[in-house]
């Protein structure tokens, strides 16, 4: 494994601004490069070099669901055999209801090996889809793993 | 929530314009101010709609290690056994869920060996065995809603 990516002293304290919350300011890289003691023209020109490259995922609001409306969410792990995973992956993805997916080992003691991520306006709703991706996807073993409680919930700090 | 409010939810969560003045830009996209669009996310912010706004880093791309994690807690040990995973930095989401498996985290480290050393150290505190579940491939992952139509 090649470890993690290396950054300056001065590209990792923007990105440790960036990865918060961006000053409320009109003209927030302006300040976050004050801050960093860079120039503006250093921070657009990391963030979007990043952006670019797919480091940087995402950059922009993140809202909270609930309060935008989608209150009801289920993580589903389906097993699917080996050779229909990119079909089921693709499959999957496509849909809208879904906002993350992914192939994860599976062991022992979990034969799970597909994960999604399915959010909906109402638990009926959200009951409906899991439903629907089952019968349209013909997978028949699978767990519905719904959330009773967060004990945590944080963007993560890498800088 | 208005129907400008939808439209700026929509552009800022994934096209926040990295920009000089980025709500001047937004508000040339919908015919309103630099003030008007500030002055609507603010209060979209106030309301906690908006959680933050910031970069969403790949931690695959950054060259770091995800995981998924589960863990059959009994009841009385989950206070504890909550307590000591969320202490760990690289703990970013957990949740309590109905199943024999009810405690689900995610973890993210430098590296697997990185990975491996803190669910051990959580292991040895706890006495609670972790179910270590790594990606294989990412199909998907988009974490904006659609505000217009919503």
């Given at each position: 494994m090649s470890g993690a990516k290396q950054f300056t002293e001065t590209q990792r304290r923007i990105l440790a601004l960036v990865q918060g919350d961006l000053p409320d300011v009109p003209e927030p890289f302006a300040e976050v490069a004050r801050q960093a003691g860079a120039s503006q023209e250093e921070v657009l020109e990391l963030v979007r070099g990043m952006k670019q490259r797919g480091e940087i995922r995402r950059f922009g609001a993140t809202l909270r669901h609930q309060k935008a409306g989608y209150g009801s969410n289920a993580m589903v792990a389906w097993y699917v055999d080996d050779e229909d995973m990119a079909r089921m992956g693709a499959f999957m993805a496509a849909r809208?209801?879904?906002?993350h997916c992914y192939h994860r080992v599976n062991c022992m003691d979990w034969p799970y090996n597909l994960y999604t991520m399915v959010h909906a306006k109402t638990p009926e709703e959200c009951a409906q889809t899991v439903a629907e991706l089952a019968r349209l996807s013909g997978l028949e073993e699978y767990d519905v793993l719904k959330s009773r409680k967060e004990f945590k919930k944080t963007s993560m700090r890498y800088f | 929530m208005d129907a400008y409010d939808r439209k700026i939810l929509d552009i800022i969560q994934s096209g926040f314009p990295i920009e000089e003045r980025p709500y001047a830009a937004v508000g040339e996209q919908l015919g309103l101010t630099e003030s008007e669009v500030l002055a609507r996310v603010r209060a979209l912010r106030a309301k906690g709609v908006i959680r933050r706004i910031g970069a969403n880093f790949s931690s695959g791309s950054l060259g770091w290690q995800s995981t998924l994690c589960a863990a059959r807690v009994p009841e009385a040990q989950i206070e504890a056994f909550v307590a000591e995973v969320n202490s760990?930095?690289?703990?970013?989401h957990n949740y309590l869920r109905d199943h024999s498996f009810n405690v689900w985290f995610t973890m993210i480290a430098p590296d697997m060996a990185a990975v491996r050393a803190t669910l051990a150290e959580i292991t040895r505190k706890t006495g609670i065995s972790v179910l270590n579940l790594p990606a294989e491939e990412l199909f998907k992952i988009k974490v904006d809603f659609a505000m217009e139509g919503a």
């Open positions: 809208p209801e879904i906002s | 760990h930095h690289g703990v970013t």
